[in-house]
Structure formats: structure tokens, C-alpha cells
């Protein structure tokens, strides 16, 4: 089993820049994909990016060159560096950790005013 905890998140201004982190209850080097989703009100939970167990990353198109994914291995993290936000990035935020089942995290909100 893995508990993931999800931090970071908040209001800013579009334009502006905010870190999102994700504290997995074991160690994430032998989880598979490690990633991060958001679900906009009305809307369906999306892919944002993922990383991979040997280090591989994946952006959405919409996100791409704006988003970038890290971890810390020793630290058992995973980040969500996020510039240049636009208002339509607003949505709350989940971690994910994929091994053999799926875990979530309880999300964080991230509202980019205009």
C-alpha cells in the first residue's frame, strides 16, 4: 500500500509560479509511474505528467514547456513545478502512484486568477 500526501497548492495570479509536492508513504523508487492528475469542476480528471520508475517523463500538450516534473528518491517525493500559470489551470490536484493498484492522494487546489 502507498499513502500519498499532496501539498503546495493555492491562489495565484496568472503568470505567476507554484510547486506542488507529493510525500509517498514508502520509498517511489520501485513504483512503477508516478504522476500528476487535476480534475477542473464539471470536468474529467486529466492527466497532467508522469515519471517513470527508471526516470522517463510525460507532459500533457497543454502543460508542456510551463510544467515540470521531478522526484527526490531519498526523500520519497514527487514535485509539480508549475510557471507561467494560466487561469484554465485551475482544478484540484492529485498525486498518483501506480504499482500493481492505483493510489490517490487527497488532492490540493490551485486557483490561477486572470
Known sequence: ???LVESGGGLVQAGGS???SCV????????NVMGW???APG???ESVAYITSNGNTNYADSVKGRFTISRDIVQNTVYLQMK??????TAVY???AMTTLNYWGQGT???VSS
Open 1 to 3: 500500500q502507498v499513502q
Open 18 to 20: 507554484l510547486r506542488l
Open 24 to 31: 509517498a508513504s514508502r520509498s517511489i523508487f520501485s513504483i
Open 37 to 39: 492528475y487535476r480534475q
Open 43 to 45: 470536468k474529467e480528471r
Open 84 to 89: 507561467n500559470l494560466k487561469p484554465e489551470d
Open 94 to 96: 492529485y498525486c498518483n
Open 109 to 111: 487546489q490551485v486557483t
